[in-house]
T-cell receptor
Framework: AQSVTQLGSHVSVSEGALVLLRCNYS??????LFWYVQYPNQGLQLLLKYTTGATLVKGINGFEAEFKKSETSFHLTKPSAHMSDAAEYFCAVSGKDTGRRALTFGSGTRLQVQP | DGGITQSPKYLFRKEGQNVTLSCEQN?????MYWYRQDPGQGLRLIYY???????QKGDIAEGYSVSREKKESFPLTVTSAQKNPTAFYLC???????????FGQGTRLTVV
């Protein structure tokens, strides 16, 4: 079984401030982890993913995330927020050997960027 | 351009009617998925298919049906048995288990 918990349904930061969106996962098998972004009334776009190898993963638009197995976490960060980062962000997990090969999503975090 | 096309973008349904949401992909992916999105609940899996002529129920399959007659197409029917169908529906496809899913632009269904 897999699950994802995103702490904080809403996060507000000032433009230029650090962005930190939290994600903790539960998986009985080695996980594959993903962060997606969604703008209003649109589909989801992949920001970054962790499958194997380096635990610090860099993605698009200056975002990065670090896989910490001991903490079962995959938090998303960006050093300096931009107004265009305002959107909803979803963390997702997929297990390598699970019979159900679908991504399981967290409930999402809406990021607000204040000028 | 390769991608996933969902149609229509907006759909209105009267109570008691069945409606079908279209999802077509030209990415040559074997696996396809339907998710439902409601505010504050993230994405919940309705049905998925890993190969043509085969599909599996997800977490909230009641009141929905699907077919997978072609690799490119995975239509979702919202039946009158679905008591609360108003939601945003997202279709996705995926090449293999360890890869990311690609999403369509979604269909917003409203019951009137």
């Amino acid at each position: 079984a897999q699950s994802v918990t995103q702490l904080g349904s809403h996060v507000s930061v000032s433009e230029g401030a650090l962005v930190l969106l939290r994600c903790n996962y539960s998986s009985s098998v080695p996980p594959y982890l993903f962060w997606y972004v969604q703008y209003p009334n649109q589909g989801l776009q992949l920001l970054l993913k962790y499958t194997t190898g380096a635990t610090l993963v860099k993605g698009i638009n200056g975002f990065e995330a670090e896989f910490k197995k001991s903490e079962t976490s995959f938090h998303l960060t960006k050093p300096s927020a931009h107004m265009s980062d305002a959107a909803e962000y979803f963390c997702a997990v997929s297990g390598k050997d699970t019979g159900r090969r679908a991504l399981t999503f967290g409930s999402g975090t809406r990021l607000q960027v204040q000028p | 351009d390769g991608g996933i096309t969902q149609s229509p973008k907006y759909l209105f349904r009267k109570e008691g009617q069945n409606v079908t949401l279209s999802c077509e992909q030209n990415l040559n992916h074997d696996a396809m998925y339907w998710y439902r999105q409601d505010p504050g609940q993230g994405l919940r899996l309705i049905y998925y298919s890993q190969i043509v002529n085969d599909f599996q129920k997800g977490d909230i399959a009641e009141g929905y049906s699907v077919s997978r007659e072609k690799k490119e197409s995975f239509p979702l029917t919202v039946t009158s048995a679905q008591k609360n169908p108003t939601a945003f529906y997202l279709c996705a496809s995926r090449e293999e288990t360890y890869t990311e899913a690609f999403f369509g632009q979604g269909t917003r269904l409203t019951v009137v």
